[in-house]
């Protein structure tokens, strides 16, 4: 990353952390928020989605578990259930520490460890009316590698898609939508990265400023 950016290259994070040559700490050091809006962007994505399906969702619900401070990142209305579904969007790298090994060895380890991970955090834990939580969590591995949970949620809103007539059939909508979810991550990735680099360079935490003088006109 050095030769990459043309900087002189900072050893230590801004939060104390030694920086690696590959970027994987400036991808997910929480310092400066980075994590927290590409979880938001993703999450944003998924709120676009239900609306062109005009599927009645709400997003960060409060007080939805009545013995834990659990907070679902969207409750979706599923027609067919008649019932709301909690989803849990979450990020993953795979080189954590803790699942690199793994990772290493299988493609969708991390998500798959996250989405274990997702679900025991809201199993235990009681809605109004004494109902146990069940949340679907929608991972996402920072290289695109999607969790087998959020596969099989995006295909069956492609067969919902598919069902009424003048929207795209069940391939289109898996096509268009893969497309966009990928394009996103891929933005929040150069996005976050940069404002970190422009941060510790000395400049501004613009990522836009710093791409100009990273790369001038």
């Known amino acids: 990353m050095p030769f990459r950016f043309h900087k002189d290259w900072m050893e230590v994070c801004n939060c104390g952390t030694p920086l690696d040559n590959s970027g994987y700490h400036l991808l997910t050091c929480k310092t400066g928020g980075g994590p927290i809006w590409s ?29 834990s401070e659990c907070r679902p990142d969207i409750v979706m209305f599923d027609a067919e259930l008649g019932s709301n579904i909690d989803l849990d969007i979450s990020l993953a790298h795979p080189w954590s520490a803790d699942v690199f090994p793994g990772s290493a060895e299988a493609c969708g380890f991390a998500a798959s460890r996250r989405e274990a991970r997702k679900k025991s955090k809201y199993e235990h834990h ?16 920072h ?5 087998e949970e959020g596969k099989k949620f995006l295909r069956k809103l492609a067969v919902h898609s598919s069902d009424e007539a003048g929207r795209p059939n069940a391939a289109e909508f898996l096509e268009f939508w893969r497309k966009r979810f990928s394009v996103q991550l891929q933005k929040c990735n150069s996005r976050v990265i940069a404002k970190k680099l422009s941060v510790l360079c000395g400049g501004s935490e613009n990522p836009e400023s710093f791409s100009t003088q990273v790369f001038p006109h």
């Not at 109004?128 to 069940?134: E, I, K, L, R």
């Not at 290289?143 to 969790?147: A, D, I, Y």
Request: aromatic share 10%; glycine share 12%.
């Open 126 to 141: 009681k809605m109004p009316g004494g109902s146990v939580g069940n949340v679907i969590p929608l991972v996402m591995e």
């Open 143 to 147: 290289f695109g590698t999607w969790g």
């Open 39 to 67: 979880h938001e962007a993703i999450a944003g994505v998924w709120s676009e989605c239900f609306r062109s399906l005009h599927i009645h969702h709400r997003r960060e619900v409060r007080n939805r578990y009545i013995d």
